[in-house]
């Protein structure tokens, strides 16, 4: 990655011109796309919706640069930026941009996102935030992080926490906004050891309103990735564990490490576990070109183990998580026959 201050004075001035050319030119090409597509029948014709978004999204990556600029500046140029208050104005930004990016996917993509939520007496619900949590994901389709990330913002009032892949700071506001809060970006090449001493550090020091986000697959599904994943386990000993994974059709076996990091340096969370489907097969660029649907619809599904029904010893944590993943596997393969 290049230096922080390299993409400041680059990347940042780079996307806010490249803003303004694509906003100036943007009849052209909706032309040009909408022309080329006439070829294909009208499912296919995507790409009036792609050139759409993106022109947004580049907006609102302008609005949320200068607006990082301004409270950049309203904190004494960055002398108080660690400060709680600019901490909170930092989460309102992040609520604020995806909130945006959320309702013009609604509009383009006709997205609609459907949670099934546990029932919850009312005592539960006003004990909710009394505590942090540690949310494990499956990890699926484009934006699903942006996704979470926006809901327990929006609908749960969390101030997330998340470790992330080091390349994703090549997108300015999002490197400006992540690192500017209590957020992890860790290298391409770095060892799992130094991945756990991230994840560590976030969850220790989580008061009761945060939530550290974890995706335990570490990565999107693809068959094989699943197959070289039961390999791995396989050729460290872990019979038992590849066996369970074989088990698995939608998701790639949860590498336990993190997710026992973050409860063991977070004893006091409760841990929620995500589910989700919808755009499953949507991984790449291409798959989103060729398959995107007329109508994005997504369904989510979350529960709760409080933290003193969490198992205490490392092999049953492993075995509890494996049976939450196929809890998981089986209500995505019950969605897939609903749908």
């Known amino acids: 990655m290049p230096p922080r201050i390299l993409r400041r004075l680059i990347l940042a001035p780079l996307v806010i011109v490249l803003t303004v050319v694509v906003v100036v030119t943007l009849p052209f090409w909706l032309l040009v796309v909408a022309v080329a597509s006439l070829r294909l029948p009208p499912p296919q014709r995507r790409g009036v919706r792609l050139i759409w978004f993106a022109a947004a999204w580049l907006v609102l990556e302008c609005g949320a640069l200068l607006a990082c600029f301004a409270l950049w500046v309203a904190a004494g140029f960055g002398g108080r930026l660690r400060r709680d208050e600019f901490q909170t104005r930092h989460y309102s930004l992040i609520k604020w941009f995806l909130a945006r990016v959320y309702g013009t996917a609604e509009r383009v993509f006709r997205l609609s996102v459907t949670i099934a939520e546990p029932p919850m007496t009312e005592q539960e619900q006003a004990a909710r935030l009394t505590r942090p949590v540690i949310v494990l994901s499956r990890h699926a389709g484009p934006g699903d992080s942006f996704l979470l990330v926006y809901h327990l913002l929006a609908l749960y009032r969390r101030k997330p926490r998340i470790v992330m892949k080091a390349a994703l700071q090549y997108d300015p506001s999002l490197d400006v906004l992540v690192n500017r809060l209590p957020?992890?970006?860790?290298?391409?090449?770095?060892?799992?050891?130094?991945?756990?001493?991230?994840?560590?550090?976030?969850?220790?020091?989580?008061?009761?309103?945060?939530?550290?986000?974890?995706?335990?697959?570490?990565?999107?599904?693809?068959?094989?990735?699943?197959?070289?994943?039961?390999?791995?386990?396989?050729?460290?000993?872990?019979?038992?564990?590849?066996?369970?994974?074989?088990?698995?059709?939608?998701?790639?076996?949860?590498?336990?490490?993190?997710?026992?990091?973050?409860?063991?340096?977070?004893?006091?969370?409760?841990v929620i576990f995500v589910a989700h489907t919808g755009l499953d097969d949507l991984v790449t660029v291409?798959?989103?070109?060729?398959?995107?649907?007329?109508?994005?619809?997504?369904?989510a599904q979350w529960w709760r183990v409080p933290a003193a029904e969490i198992p205490r010893e490392r092999e049953d944590r492993i075995r509890w998580l494996y049976d939450q993943w196929e809890t998981i596997d089986d209500w995505i393969a019950a969605q897939k026959v609903a749908g």
């Open 183 to 270: 957020n992890a970006f860790v290298p391409r090449r770095v060892t799992e050891s130094g991945i756990l001493d991230e994840i560590t550090r976030l969850s220790s020091t989580m008061e009761d309103h945060d939530a550290l986000v974890i995706f335990p697959e570490g990565g999107n599904f693809t068959p094989r990735r699943r197959r070289l994943a039961i390999r791995r386990l396989e050729e460290k000993g872990l019979a038992a564990e590849a066996e369970r994974a074989r088990g698995l059709d939608h998701l790639l076996p949860p590498r336990p490490g993190g997710a026992i990091a973050a409860i063991e340096a977070c004893p006091s969370a409760d």
């Open 286 to 299: 291409g798959d989103i070109w060729r398959r995107l649907p007329l109508e994005a619809k997504i369904t």
